[in-house]
């Protein structure tokens, strides 16, 4: 069955530590996506990243970074200089395929993130 | 940037009421999606829609749900007979195709409190 673990409930760092948020995945799909989304305070799912299952490159954006290991079958996503408003629930998710043809993200349990000043 | 935007943010019921959440998905969107969260948990896949009828649904999509596309921009979801445990934050999600390279863009949500 496919299924998302983040096994870090919850972290705390002081403001430009750098910390490094978890994911493992199961799946049996060949093809498959994977997702990080940010939860602030606010409520709302905030897109970060989408990385398809046969592009193991590790991507860079500003402080963001994410390295996926198929190996490992991970997905982990690093914050580099970690600030004050970068403190939310972050959410890795897994595209399931379907017999119909439709997709459905399933999400692990999210990892809160507290950045203290 | 076109955006997925949710109706109300936040409702308030009481048990046993009906309620209707609703959503506008993005425009040339042709896949709409529910999903929802119990607080302090992990978002959860609810229905998918295309082409006005129920792809996938969940275990917990049960009788007491629906989903429909009144008009070309709206998408809703109804809860029949509102439980306490359908407090919940439920998302709306809009895709352009259904396959695996689609993103799904979710909406702000709507915060939904049963009394």
């Known amino acids: 069955a496919q299924k998302v673990t983040q096994a870090q409930t919850e972290i705390s760092v002081v403001e430009k530590e750098d910390v490094t948020l978890d994911c493992v995945y199961e799946t049996r799909d060949t093809t498959y996506y994977l997702f990080w989304y940010k939860q602030p305070p606010s409520g709302e799912l905030v897109f970060l990243i989408r990385?398809?299952?046969?592009?193991?490159q590790n991507e860079i954006s500003g402080r963001y970074s994410w390295n996926f290991q198929k190996s490992t079958s991970s997905f982990n996503f690093t914050i580099t200089a970690s600030q004050v408003v970068d403190s939310a629930v972050y959410f890795c998710a897994l595209s399931e395929a379907r017999t119909s043809g439709t997709y459905k993200y399933i999400f692990g349990t999210g990892t809160r993130l507290k950045v203290l000043a | 940037e076109p955006e997925v935007t949710q109706t109300p943010s936040h409702q308030v019921t009481q048990m046993g009421q009906e309620v209707i959440l609703r959503c506008v998905p993005i425009s040339n969107h042709l896949y709409f999606y529910w999903y929802r969260q119990i607080l302090g948990q992990k978002v959860e896949f609810l229905v998918s829609f295309y082409n006005n009828e129920i792809s996938e649904k969940s275990e917990i999509f049960d009788d007491q749900f629906s989903v429909e596309r009144p008009d070309g921009s709206n998408f809703t979801l109804k809860i029949r007979s509102t439980k306490l445990e359908d407090s919940a934050m439920y998302f709306c999600?809009?895709?352009?195709?259904?396959?695996?390279?689609?993103?799904?863009?979710f909406g702000p949500g709507t915060r939904l409190t049963v009394l």
């Open positions: 999600a809009s895709s352009e195709g259904g396959a695996s390279t689609d993103t799904q863009y």
């Open positions: 990385r398809n299952s046969f592009d193991e």
